[in-house]
């Protein structure tokens, strides 16, 4: 395996960024966002990296292992990275950068449809060999 790793550790470290930020906005308040809707908004950009990215990932994984063309992969993994930076940038740096929430969840669908639907023909070629 050679691309899912790369590209989970560009991710990792967009992750860890996300998590310093939030660290960096919990002043006063240690649980949940105390009512500062600046630093809910750090806390979900955070948070939804990490409902998305995982399963995303997990799926890469399925889809290298059987030998999906690595081109495809790298496709699925630029456009993650780009969407969850974008998203991730929009949510907990400005307050204002639509585009990149909406641009940035897009994105991040999109390679979501993509892993499933490949997944799932995958998963019916096996079906066919029984």
């Given at each position: 395996?050679?691309v899912?790793?790369?590209?989970?550790?560009l991710?990792a470290?967009?992750f860890?960024?996300?998590s310093?930020?939030?660290?960096?906005?919990?002043?006063?308040?240690?649980?949940?966002?105390?009512?500062?809707?600046?630093?809910?908004?750090?806390?979900?950009?955070?948070?939804?990296f990490a409902?998305?990215?995982p399963?995303?990932?997990?799926?890469m994984?399925?889809?290298e292992?059987?030998h999906?063309?690595?081109?495809?992969?790298?496709?699925?993994?630029?456009?993650l990275?780009?969407?969850?930076?974008?998203?991730g940038?929009?949510?907990?740096?400005?307050?204002r950068?639509?585009?990149?929430r909406?641009?940035?969840?897009?994105?991040?669908?999109?390679?979501?449809?993509?892993?499933?639907?490949?997944c799932?023909?995958?998963?019916?070629?096996?079906?066919?060999?029984m």
């Amino acid at each position: 395996m050679i691309v899912t790793p790369f590209y989970a550790g560009l991710l990792a470290l967009l992750f860890l960024v996300l998590s310093v930020r939030v660290s960096q906005r919990r002043t006063e308040v240690t649980l949940g966002d105390g009512g500062d809707a600046r630093l809910l908004r750090v806390i979900r950009g955070h948070a939804n990296f990490a409902e998305y990215v995982p399963f995303i990932l997990v799926m890469m994984v399925m889809l290298e292992i059987d030998h999906t063309s690595i081109y495809v992969l790298h496709a699925l993994g630029i456009a993650l990275v780009i969407g969850r930076f974008l998203h991730g940038y929009a949510l907990s740096f400005t307050q204002r950068f639509k585009f990149g929430r909406i641009f940035g969840i897009g994105l991040t669908w999109v390679v979501l449809a993509a892993c499933a639907v490949l997944c799932i023909l995958k998963g019916l070629r096996g079906f066919a060999i029984m």
